[in-house]
């Protein structure tokens, strides 16, 4: 056994144990194949930690990177891949998920991987030869398009993420095919594993809380990261709220403010997950920041923003504390603690207890209940089952 291979094992014994991992199939797969492999260069013990190794920048953002194992893990088990389908991947980037899903779907399978960049794409082929995968299909192009001519796919999966769910993802799925995007909805993102009805209507089977590159290309959203300071990142809605300016964040985050304390524990997975998706669909101009330490506010925070005031949630293990920054923000503040007493009165539910219908754009009235997001393409409509609608 290789160093390689001993990393690789502690690193799948840690997901198994993790809960990330569930299936023998996906297991299976993630012993198998070689990770490092698709990260030349990178030491043996990064390529098998659990993070997200950014291979490509433009302008200090990452645009290209091997997802973090566990979020990999997760979405390879929300796809319920079977031997024998055809799958397509829009972002192939460095090719180890395609050769994940290669050794699931098997031979009787076919696995075809789009990147818009074609220095990507070429590297990722190099990587799959090394690794033994040769039978993925790769293409260059812009994934926003799908992949007509390898179409019906029983899977379209993106590893990228989206502000939309595009009419040609939905026309190239088989009947009964599942879709599963890392879908921009009111500034966080969720990875959502949606099955196509006869009804032409997309029903979630699986929800989680996610945090991917966003596409380029025609799919390019409005949703985008922002980095209106050096070490500070703002995830900004795609629909703009005249609440959110990134720059009036930051300029904020300058102005300490009162602290509120709210008597509600708050781990981070409830901020990520819970609270935090929550407070995004009862309140517009919620953001989320990512921070280094020049920064006093948590390295992944949720936070309200309006106008100038900004009222940031920081977790507890037996309360948490509202902080407010700039002027203004106590009544930000106050609306923040408000809106966690109403979703522990809801049960504290979380992004994988949400159920999301996406349909083609449409006028139609909203049913009661489910929160309602239109899209330049479709309508995603998201609600927790009663009683926790917010
Ligand atoms: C997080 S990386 C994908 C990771 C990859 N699945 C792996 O296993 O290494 C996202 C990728 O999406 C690609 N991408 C962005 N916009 C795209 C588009 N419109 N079509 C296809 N790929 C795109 C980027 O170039 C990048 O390589």
């Known amino acids: ?60 953002v990452a645009t290209s990177s091997a997802s973090q194992p566990s979020m990999v893990a997760i979405m390879l088990e929300q ?22 899903m290669d050794r699931i779907v098997g031979a009787t399978g076919s696995v075809t991987s789009v990147d818009i960049d074609a220095d990507l794409v070429r590297s990722a082929a190099v990587h799959l030869a090394a690794a033994g995968s040769p039978d993925v299909r790769l293409v260059c192009g812009d994934g926003a398009r799908g992949h007509p001519p390898d179409a019906p796919y029983d899977r379209i999966v993106l590893t990228v993420g989206s502000a939309d769910v595009r009419p040609e993802w939905v026309a190239q799925l088989a009947p009964g ?23 032409g209507v997309l029903r979630s089977d699986s929800v989680r809380g996610c945090s991917f590159i966003r596409l380029r290309g025609i799919g390019a959203g409005s949703d985008m ?27 904020a985050l300058d102005a300490p403010g009162p602290v509120l304390t709210a008597e509600v524990p708050l781990g981070a997975s409830d901020i990520w997950d819970g609270f935090g998706f ?8 919620t953001v989320r920041l990512m921070a280094d330490d020049d920064h006093d506010v948590p390295p992944s925070a949720v936070a309200l923003a309006a106008g100038p005031a900004l009222a940031v949630v920081a977790g507890g293990t037996t309360s948490s504390l509202v902080r407010a920054f700039g002027p203004g923000s106590e009544a930000v503040a106050h609306r923040v603690v408000a809106a ?28 009661a209940g489910p929160a309602r997001v239109d899209k330049a393409y479709s309508t995603v409509l998201l609600g927790w089952p009663s009683p926790a609608a917010p």
């Open 177 to 199: 095919g599942r879709l599963l995007v890392p879908l921009a909805v009111r500034g966080s993102q969720l990875s959502v594993a949606l099955d196509l009805g006869s009804d």
């Open 225 to 251: 990261r922002a980095r209106p300071v050096e070490g500070l990142w703002v995830d900004v809605p795609e629909a703009a709220s005249p609440d959110v300016d990134p720059a009036l964040v930051a300029a």
């Open 1 to 60: 056994m290789t160093s390689a291979d001993r990393a690789r094992a502690r690193m799948v014994d840690a997901l198994v144990r993790g809960g990330r991992v569930r299936s023998a199939a996906v297991e299976e797969a993630l012993r198998a194949v070689p990770r490092h492999l698709f990260l030349p260069g990178v030491e043996i013990d990064a390529a098998y930690a659990d993070e997200a190794v950014a291979v490509q920048h433009v302008d200090g």
């Open 278 to 285: 929550w407070l995004a669909l009862t309140e517009p101009g």
């Open 79 to 100: 796809l319920a891949l079977a031997p024998g389908q055809s799958v397509l991947e829009v972002g192939a980037g460095t090719g180890w998920n395609a050769a994940l």
């Open 340 to 367: 966690l007493q109403r979703w522990v009165a809801a049960g504290s539910p979380s992004t994988a207890d949400l159920e999301v219908t996406v349909v083609p754009r449409t006028s139609e009235p909203t049913p």
